[in-house]
């Protein structure tokens, strides 16, 4: 079946350093990408997204890439703060055609050392 | 601030009884759903719906129900609620097709006890 997938549960940075996450994603007809964040106890929150026809994109301190070579998708979070200690998600749209479903990924907990 | 709530956000209640999770959107999207998600683990839908009179059932097995007769609201029903029940339970809503993305609400906490 369709699947997003992380390559690692827990990330654990320092304070101050910068943090990526990956994805690896197995559907060659997704065309749109993008990551959540969500802390205890609250729903996931949307960060950035990213369209095929693209390959970088920036916010405000994280970064999106997408190789679409090798089907993977990054987020890059600039000096990383305690307040960004959370379940990061990845998602992707898949083959589902007008319906709007995403493919969600199995998450990977990021912990900010102070 | 949220453009999606649920309702309660949690909630302890015994074997047996019968539920309803709220959940209400302001932003007038068609699309909605429903996930159900263990603490820090993957989020598996389990109902989503297209409009209004439109459900479907999602890619994981669920014993719940939902509606969608306004817009606006989908509520999802325990009829009988089980201690396997116990989860979080989130509802998103999305202005639907390929580009676009879901607002999730804060969810719903539950414990069958």
């Known amino acids: 079946g369709e699947s997003v997938g992380l390559h690692l549960p827990t990330l654990s940075v320092q304070e101050g350093d910068n943090s990526i996450i990956n994805c690896a994603y197995s559907n060659s007809a997704s065309d749109y990408f993008i990551w959540y964040k969500q802390e205890s106890g609250k729903g996931p929150q949307f960060i950035i997204d990213?369209?095929?026809?693209?390959d970088k994109r920036q916010g405000q301190r994280v970064t999106v890439l997408l190789n679409k070579t090798v089907k993977h998708l990054s987020l890059q979070i600039a000096a990383t703060q305690p307040g960004d200690s959370a379940v990061y998600f990845c998602a992707e749209n898949g083959v589902s055609g007008n319906t709007g479903k995403l493919i969600f990924g199995q998450g990977t907990t990021l912990q900010v050392k102070p | 601030e949220a453009d999606i709530y649920q309702t309660p956000r949690y909630l302890v209640i015994g074997t047996g009884k019968k539920i309803t999770l709220e959940c209400s959107q302001t932003?007038?999207?068609?699309?909605m759903y429903w996930y159900q998600q263990d603490p820090g683990m993957e989020l598996h839908l389990i109902h989503y719906s297209y409009g209004v009179n439109s459900t479907e059932k999602g890619d994981l097995s669920s014993e719940s129900t939902v509606s969608r007769i306004r817009t606006e609201h989908f509520p999802l029903t325990l009829e009988s609620a089980r201690p396997s029940h116990t989860s979080q339970y989130l509802c998103?809503?999305?202005?639907?097709?390929?580009?676009?993305?879901?607002?999730f609400g804060s969810g719903t906490r539950l414990t069958v006890v």
């Open positions: 998103a809503s999305s202005e639907g097709g390929r580009g676009f993305g879901y607002t």
């Open positions: 932003m007038g999207h068609d699309k």
């Open positions: 990213i369209r095929s026809n693209m």
